[in-house]
């Protein structure tokens, strides 16, 4: 296991402790990639990464739509049948973070600015990015500014941003160059460096894209607005953007705009005077779709702005703060004590940061790096469902219920994708963006066929959690019944000496990486299990509350009563395969009969393992990735013995590298159950700081949701004790030593 | 399993039986692609595929150089640590086969001419491929034409090929032009057609390259002689070609040459007078090199060309029956019996085939499409040591020491990959030509580590049939030692209930590619003790016979006593796992444990599997492509009782589909060896007729040399029931109710 954090990782004298915001004190270009992903802001629809309001100095510009992909012909080396064919990357959607500032013709560039004072703070209460400094030009006169950013919660498709200017002593012109820019395909390519990828390559990053991808069909200015719409290239998806442009000044200015094809500017020349605050706004809206013309687009985004124009920005900065009042009163957690005010700030972060990649994201899902960077190209994976839903199941169920409707709009997908892999019912695949598998590597991808039971867990948490039985009804029982039927399909009835007829499941890979294709693998089967009891308690119950809903299901379904005993059979009949001398679970068949990897002994230069090993060389030994059966004795937590949750962590918690992020969380709430309450904060501190200290060492390619997710988990279900069983709830806590307390809100009942 | 074939599958109408030649009366279009292959000519470094003088119809032109590759970076849809990186694709050589024809200016075309008499005919004892026909031309003149062709075995880089032309009915101007033709980058590029194939990829099919391949660096003409000459693009391979032009004739008559960069033509034009036969010799040289600048090649063809110039082609010709009668002399196998006239045929068609595709190889391996195609990119694989290997061994030892000795040069290679792979030792690449992993699929490739057991199977099988110690002693002991250290160090001992320590071996791939990275494979396990064994034997040998030498060798591999035991307990530690209740042994640790496949009712149009399931579905399943345990059972066939190889048999044949080229050979062999006489020869006439009858529908990429060699072993060891077990030779028989004797010659002893 890699050693859990312990302390305070940051460099406080540049990031101050403050529970309710993330500042930083002074600029340093040396980790911008890591820094622009901390201070990104987004709604989970845009999302629009820390980059400087100059354009540069930069490490990866981003501004991220959910959902708002290219797609491309996967080109397997050796292709096989019924390999992903359609590779979906998230485009980089033009800038519209861009108020590059001049003075005396001289531009601001942080990196080597003379600043006299330096402060940049991302407030989890107003939802507002603020920069605030007092700059030193080169001949010597200081300025004073501020500028603003935010992305509203409220308007799924609107940005606005200010900036504001002061000499502070003398006279001096000053332009101000407000841009919507095409990174994209433009010269100012955007472009992750992977400097700190030694092997170079990193299958957690995103491929890349060659040729044009936006291709221009709108580019238009007039009153203050300019406008670009794209169409994109081979997805067929477009999206416009447009900008509204005003100022404030008791200074001489003028206003000049121009529009091409990939870039939209509009400047502001004034003839600054000492001691004038100038304060130039920005207002910004983008609209995109899976194909309506462009020209279209831009008609949405003009409404948007339209009813800024009319307001002001005030009240949307108004409208911002109420959102974060009642999502704060609903979702905080605190930690009691004064000792835990950097920590308090951290865990505020991370829900700051969970609920800006999910709250707007509706008609798509949850990418796993959300809005702030195009890591894993925006793939939408387990992470939503596993590490995601439970935080907003429990806290803003109509969230959740977004996020699961949009497994619904893909289940013609899962079902084609199951036919083409022999099976009935449906298969999610286990990246996509558009409903398609876009996992090239099958071994860790396509044979995650647990995802089936992921999807209908988080489904099944919520229909419990809220009551939402409308919705359950109406469509969320078709996910439930065709994964049920895809495990009952997959498996196969074996004679098991003593135990008669046992049901097994071959050939699918578990959420641990570092293990590939293995028959009954533990967590699979007990979560398939699951699936099939949810899917038959749930027809049972419905077929009794509404008779005729039921006729309608089972019609819909080309369903009937002898394969809902077929699937209460199969889940009976599940295989869970248990090891007497070690009164552990094996991970998988195989698994205890492997080698054992020698982790005391790898160097540090070969972590993480996938970046330094042949898979067959991993996949020989007995090493987790991640947390597998831990990962069950959670989600499945009633059907284990508390000496068999103790046993299984004492087993693979040493064997486990932890070389995902979705693991520590997982391992602190066992390690919290079982009673090792300091392993349990180790790995706490471990995911809580994952991304404010970069610990992966690649934050820059964007935030870790499932990591964010997962903090919210191990607070509220490891320190918290917080289970829920089929509608029960159960709290048993098990605090750190020095937490007087640990406060959180859930939202139970009252279906949305 | 699939059906074994019975009877004879080919139309006698069209190819008549002869016992020493493949004849062909009538042409057609339609299996143009086979034809092509049946009928080429080669000596293992040149083949020239049956195309047709005229360069058209073709279905796919080939003209191949063993070895000569261009590589290109291996793009993975999903990288990881230690994939395969340097693609490497066997190019299509400068055809020199046409020579195009035109009577009162139109040209021949077979697909559309009007024979009056046709037959193609390729004579295993003169080595000559003879076409020879009437054509009466669009205005109704009879023209007999004879063309010969050949590649010589006694000069390897030399083919020739003539054109008679004899007028029957009227004077006519008739032209022939000679060219030198670059398909490979030309506008009437080599490309294979793959109709055949529904789903639209074959993973058995070469991958095409793009961009120029060939870049010119030579083009020259003069006294009858074209020459062009090459360099690889991204390889740096070069090449050289050049032919000489003669024409014998009466008639007047007038020559022009030109040379371009792609094309060389040398054009005769002939009054043509009735019943004056002219008579067109093109002598060709072709030579390559890894880096030699292409203008020194040139040298080398002019070398080999004057010396042909001096004596003209019947010295050639005279040479190449000498040579193929000394071939035949110790390498026929007679079938006796007047019905088995067309079996002999087919017999004697695979043999010589499979010397086409190995007598000069030479510093390079043998292919598993020979010289015939570009199947399999013209990569070298297993195939070479247990397939062809034996054949050579027993029967042109010193063919079989030079493909050893280029397993030898690979040797470096082999370590560094190992290396990579995380071992000691040397781990042999799956496929190759330059000696690097060209393996893009690594479940069914680098995983096939057996691979180091196969080649060290052959080279002791080679020492011992010839008692070749210096080879041994000087450069081969290497081999055996360096893949010994390769098994001592993948596996593992591991505590076993009742067995004390075992020695493991895991995430392995075995023969059968229908399962994939599995534990302690049989054949993996028995065919890595018997390298281990031979490494300590040899060893041992060579300590007791040269203390000298022992020492040298001791040194050169770092090797002591100590590793050396270590080596010898690895070997007797090995588990081989067995299972009581089925009295058999399982092909791994999980096979029986799976779901069986359900061949009965899998339709003709799923067949191939590979074609039409994911590999998931494919592994998930006890089904096989091709024998796996029955190969162990032959190759390692005094380590098995017979009631276990009527066991294994019984069980796993049913299981196996023979979607593999190289498994009915095997399963023939012992099938004949348990006392399945029918299934022996439904098996041996499936092996026999693979490529005659186009049975897997893909002869047109090339011969499969792998059942070709198949086919020798399967007479010998099958039916001849010959077996070799460490210098000891047995003969037992079994031959087919209606082979009235089988005769089969053996080179032993008395190292080459």
């Known amino acids: 296991m890699r050693g859990p954090v312990t302390g305070d990782p940051l460099d406080r004298s540049r990031f101050p402790v403050d529970p309710w915001a993330l500042?930083?004190?002074?600029?340093?270009?040396?980790?911008?990639?890591?820094?622009?992903?901390?201070?990104?802001?987004?709604?989970?629809?845009?999302?629009?990464?820390?980059?400087?309001?100059?354009?540069?100095?930069?490490?990866?510009?981003?501004?991220?739509?959910?959902?708002?992909?290219?797609?491309?012909?996967?080109?397997?080396?050796?292709?096989?049948?019924?390999?992903?064919?359609?590779?979906?990357?998230?485009?980089?959607?033009?800038?519209?973070?861009?108020?590059?500032?001049?003075?005396?013709?001289?531009?601001?560039?942080?990196?080597?600015?003379?600043?006299?004072?330096?402060?940049?703070?991302?407030?989890?209460?107003?939802?507002?990015?603020?920069?605030?400094?007092?700059?030193?030009?080169?001949?010597?006169?200081?300025?004073?500014?501020?500028?603003?950013?935010?992305?509203?919660?409220?308007?799924?498709?609107?940005?606005?941003?200010?900036?504001?200017?002061?000499?502070?002593?003398?006279?001096?012109?000053?332009?101000?160059?407000?841009?919507?820019?095409?990174?994209?395909?433009?010269?100012?390519?955007?472009?992750?460096?992977?400097?700190?990828?030694?092997?170079?390559?990193?299958?957690?990053?995103?491929?890349?894209?060659?040729?044009?991808?936006?291709?221009?069909?709108?580019?238009?200015?007039?009153?203050?607005?300019?406008?670009?719409?794209?169409?994109?290239?081979?997805?067929?998806?477009?999206?416009?953007?447009?900008?509204?442009?005003?100022?404030?000044?008791?200074?001489?200015?003028?206003?000049?705009?121009?529009?091409?094809?990939?870039?939209?500017?509009?400047?502001?020349?004034?003839?600054?005077?000492?001691?004038?605050?100038?304060?130039?706004?920005?207002?910004?809206?983008?609209?995109?779709?899976?194909?309506?013309?462009?020209?279209?687009?831009?008609?949405?985004?003009?409404?948007?702005?339209?009813?800024?124009?009319?307001?002001?920005?005030?009240?949307?900065?108004?409208?911002?703060?109420?959102?974060?009042?009642?999502?704060?009163?609903?979702?905080?957690?605190?930690?009691?004590?004064?000792?835990?005010?950097?920590?308090?700030?951290?865990?505020?972060?991370?829900?700051?940061?969970?609920?800006?990649?999910?709250?707007?994201?509706?008609?798509?899902?949850?990418?796993?790096?959300?809005?702030?960077?195009?890591?894993?190209?925006?793939?939408?994976?387990?992470?939503?469902?596993?590490?995601?839903?439970?935080?907003?199941?429990?806290?803003?169920?109509?969230?959740?219920?977004?996020?699961?409707?949009?497994?619904?709009?893909?289940?013609?997908?899962?079902?084609?994708?199951?036919?083409?892999?022999?099976?009935?019912?449906?298969?999610?695949?286990?990246?996509?963006?558009?409903?398609?598998?876009?996992?090239?590597?099958?071994?860790?991808?396509?044979?995650q066929y647990h995802i089936d039971a992921d999807i209908s867990h988080a489904l099944t948490q919520y229909v419990t959690a809220t009551g939402d039985t409308a919705f359950l009804g109406r469509e969320a029982i078709d996910i439930l019944v065709e994964t049920a039927r895809l495990w009952a399909d997959l498996g196969f009835w074996r004679e098991t000496a003593g135990a008669g007829e046992v049901f097994h499941i071959h050939g699918v890979t578990g959420p641990d990486e570092y293990t590939a294709v293995v028959n009954d693998n533990l967590f699979t089967n007990v979560m398939a299990r699951a699936n099939l009891r949810s899917a038959v308690r749930h027809l049972r119950a419905l077929q009794e509350r509404d008779g005729e809903a039921y006729a309608r299901v089972l019609t819909r379904l080309e369903l009937d009563e002898a394969e809902i005993d077929e699937l209460s059979r199969v889940a009976e009949g599940m295989h869970v395969p248990f090891d007497d001398n070690l009164g552990i679970h094996p991970q998988d068949d195989d698994f205890l009969s492997k080698e054992i990897w020698d982790l005391a002994n790898t160097p540090p230069d070969k972590r993480p393992l996938l970046l330094n090993y042949h898979p067959l060389v991993i996949y020989r030994h007995q090493v987790l990735k991640q947390a597998d059966v831990v990962l069950a004795l959670f989600l499945q937590g009633d059907e284990f013995t508390l000496e068999e949750k103790l046993a299984n962590f004492e087993y693979y918690d040493p064997l486990t590298t932890g070389d995902s992020t979705l693991s520590a969380v997982v391992q602190s709430i066992i390690a919290a159950e079982v009673g090792y309450g300091e392993l349990a904060e180790g790995y706490f501190t471990s995911a809580v700081y994952v991304d404010l200290a970069d610990l992966h060492r690649n934050a820059d390619a964007g935030v870790h949701v499932a990591s964010l997710g997962g903090v919210w988990n191990a607070l509220v279900s490891g320190f918290g004790g917080m289970r829920d069983y089929r509608g029960s709830w159960t709290f048993d806590p098990r605090l750190p030593a020095d937490w007087e307390s640990l406060t959180y809100r859930l939202t139970l009942g009252g279906a949305v």
Chains 1, 2 share one sequence.
């Not at 497994?407 to 997908?413: A, E, F, G, P, S």
């Open 23 to 447: 500042r930083e004190r002074r600029y340093e270009a040396a980790d911008l990639g890591t820094t622009e992903t901390l201070f990104s802001v987004g709604n989970g629809y845009l999302g629009l990464r820390g980059n400087v309001e100059e354009g540069r100095d930069s490490y990866a510009h981003g501004t991220f739509i959910n959902g708002f992909h290219e797609t491309w012909p996967i080109r397997h080396a050796e292709e096989a049948f019924g390999f992903a064919k359609v590779g979906q990357t998230i485009v980089n959607a033009p800038d519209a973070k861009i108020m590059r500032l001049y003075v005396d013709d001289e531009p601001l560039l942080l990196s080597v600015a003379d600043l006299e004072e330096y402060e940049r703070s991302l407030d989890f209460r107003s939802g507002v990015l603020t920069r605030e400094l007092v700059w030193r030009t080169p001949s010597g006169k200081r300025v004073h500014l501020r500028s603003r950013r935010m992305v509203s919660l409220a308007e799924r498709h609107l940005a606005v941003m200010d900036y504001e200017i002061t000499l502070l002593d003398a006279d001096a012109p000053i332009a101000v160059s407000c841009q919507l820019l095409n990174r994209q395909d433009g010269q100012d390519e955007y472009h992750v460096k992977d400097a700190a990828m030694g092997s170079g390559f990193d299958p957690r990053r995103a491929a890349n894209l060659s040729g044009r991808v936006l291709q221009p069909s709108v580019a238009w200015e007039g009153d203050g607005r300019t406008v670009l719409g794209y169409r994109v290239a081979t997805s067929g998806m477009t999206l416009a953007v447009a900008a509204d442009h005003s100022i404030e000044t008791t200074d001489a200015h003028e206003e000049l705009t121009s529009v091409e094809d990939d870039l939209a500017k509009h400047v502001f020349r004034i003839s600054g005077t000492r001691g004038t605050t100038t304060r130039i706004t920005k207002v910004v809206s983008y609209h995109t779709s899976r194909g309506v013309p462009a020209v279209e687009l831009v008609d949405r985004c003009r409404r948007t702005l339209d009813r800024v124009r009319d307001t002001g920005i005030e009240p949307v900065l108004q409208e911002q703060r109420a959102w974060l009042d009642d999502f704060w009163a609903r979702s905080d957690v605190e930690i009691g004590g004064e000792a835990n005010a950097a920590l308090q700030q951290a865990v505020r972060w991370n829900l700051f940061q969970l609920i800006q990649a999910s709250a707007r994201a509706e008609g798509a899902g949850i990418p796993a790096k959300g809005v702030t960077g195009s890591g894993y190209d925006g793939h939408y994976f387990w992470d939503t469902e596993i590490y995601v839903l439970p935080f907003l199941t429990y806290t803003s169920p109509s969230f959740a219920r977004n996020a699961l409707r949009f497994r619904h709009t893909m289940l013609d997908h899962a079902r084609a994708r199951a036919k083409e892999l022999n099976q009935h019912g449906a298969l999610y695949p286990w990246r996509t963006i558009n409903g398609e598998e876009a996992s090239a590597y099958y071994a860790a991808g396509t044979a």
